[in-house]
């Protein structure tokens, strides 16, 4: 019933910047907290951001300063800014919903050096 639904990936080169987007359905968006999660091939799913639903924020050490997550309630989406990319931000993004627990299938982010 619930669906997220990321987009924004892509191919871009070391230093360059991407915006995701997650798209919420189905589920009261505004009052859920939202993130962000990782998996390169071969590694496991790690996170990488979060945001509560009043707006506060954490991220995780390898992209503190580069990443920003944010959120736009009148459209149940959520963002991530991703600047200074490095190649080994390569990864399958995922959209995760807290309540309930819903992740979207991922955008491939690929970072070339």
């Known amino acids: 019933q619930v669906q997220l639904v990321e987009s924004g990936g892509g191919l871009v080169q070391a230093g360059g910047s991407l915006r995701l987007s997650c798209a919420a359905s189905?589920?009261?968006?505004?009052?859920?907290?939202m993130g962000w999660y990782r998996q390169a091939p071969g590694k496991q799913r790690d996170w990488v951001a979060t945001i509560t639903s009043g707006g506060s924020t954490a991220y995780a050490d390898s992209v503190q300063g580069r990443f920003t997550i944010s959120r736009d309630n009148a459209k149940n989406t959520v963002y991530l800014q991703m600047n200074s990319l490095k190649p080994e931000d390569t990864a399958v993004y995922y959209c995760k919903q807290n309540q309930p627990i819903t992740w979207g299938k991922g955008t491939l982010v690929t970072v070339s050096s």
């Open positions: 189905g589920s009261i968006f505004s009052i859920n907290a």
